[in-house]
């Protein structure tokens, strides 16, 4: 029986290969778009738009169950350690849900309390 961390690895190696795939396959997707008609590629090599959004919502997916390996990862650390990752996860969790214009303000009401921090240090 693997351990979480090393179950995690696989995952990580599979993602890396699938990542390969997509960005292969968006890459051919887009170049095609712009360089060439429809009507001049083989159907063997036409991918529509309708399954170009089915990838992305699998490779959504796939993201998703990412974000929930490391979640498990750092909120098994021992201790203390362990719940200041589980806070650090609920913490990225809200900023992602967030629309973008209240992220950015988050982020940079973040970078003030850093930069707080480092002028205190500092002194």
Same mark, same amino acid.
């Given at each position: ?7 995690? *690895?696989?995952?990580?190696?599979? $993602?890396? #290969? +699938?990542?390969?795939?997509? =960005? ?37 997916? *796939?993201?998703?169950?990412?974000? $929930?390996? #490391? +979640?498990?990862?750092?909120? =098994? ?47």
């Amino acid at each position: 029986m693997f351990c979480i961390s090393q179950q995690y *690895v696989q995952f990580t190696e599979n $993602l890396r #290969l +699938r990542r390969r795939s997509f =960005d292969q396959l968006k890459s051919r997707i887009e170049q095609r778009s712009t360089s060439v008609s429809s009507d001049d590629a083989s159907p063997s090599e036409c991918i529509t738009s309708e399954q170009l959004a089915y990838v992305k919502s699998r490779w959504s997916g *796939v993201c998703d169950r990412r974000r $929930l390996w #490391l +979640r498990k990862l750092d909120s =098994d650390l021992p201790g203390l350690l362990g719940q200041i990752g589980d806070w650090l996860c609920r913490a990225e969790d809200q900023l992602r849900a967030m629309p973008g214009d209240e992220c950015d303000s988050a982020g940079n009401a973040v970078n003030r309390v850093q930069q707080q921090l480092a002028d205190i240090s500092v002194r």
